[in-house]
């Protein structure tokens, strides 16, 4: 069994700074692809940032030059370095990973159970 749990959200003002952790554990053979996504009230669930194995980022371009994804692959974490919040970026965040366990020859993704994130003043 796999499971992400994530931390760091909560509430911050505008132009404020978070830094989301997600941490993968369970039977895990590899991990390929992890990210995060975000889903605001009454929105869809949309991409935020994805981070590659081999460190290559990805970002969605409302959150480019202000937010930076990284990970540390011998720990199985990934995290998200949020600066210059604006009240548009409040909303749940969810990590997800591509992971292989021990017991598969193939990848599935796997999502954490999110952490709010709220920008107000």
């Known amino acids: 069994q796999v499971h992400l749990v994530e931390s760091g959200g909560g509430l911050v003002q505008p132009g404020g700074s978070l830094r989301l952790s997600c941490a993968a554990s369970?039977?895990?053979?590899?991990?390929?692809?992890m990210g995060w996504n975000r889903q605001a009230p009454g929105k869809q669930r949309e991409l935020v940032a994805a981070i590659t194995s081999g460190g290559r980022p990805n970002y969605a371009d409302s959150v480019k030059g202000r937010f930076t994804i990284s990970r540390d692959n011998a720990k199985k974490k990934v995290y998200l370095q949020m600066n210059s919040l604006k009240p548009e970026d409040t909303a749940v965040y969810y990590c997800?990973?591509?992971?292989?366990?021990?017991?598969?020859?193939?990848?599935?993704?796997?999502w954490g159970q999110g952490t709010q994130v709220t920008v107000s003043s």
């Open positions: 997800n990973a591509d992971i292989r366990t021990s017991s598969s020859l193939y990848y599935y993704k796997y």
């Open positions: 369970g039977s895990i053979f590899s991990i390929n692809d």
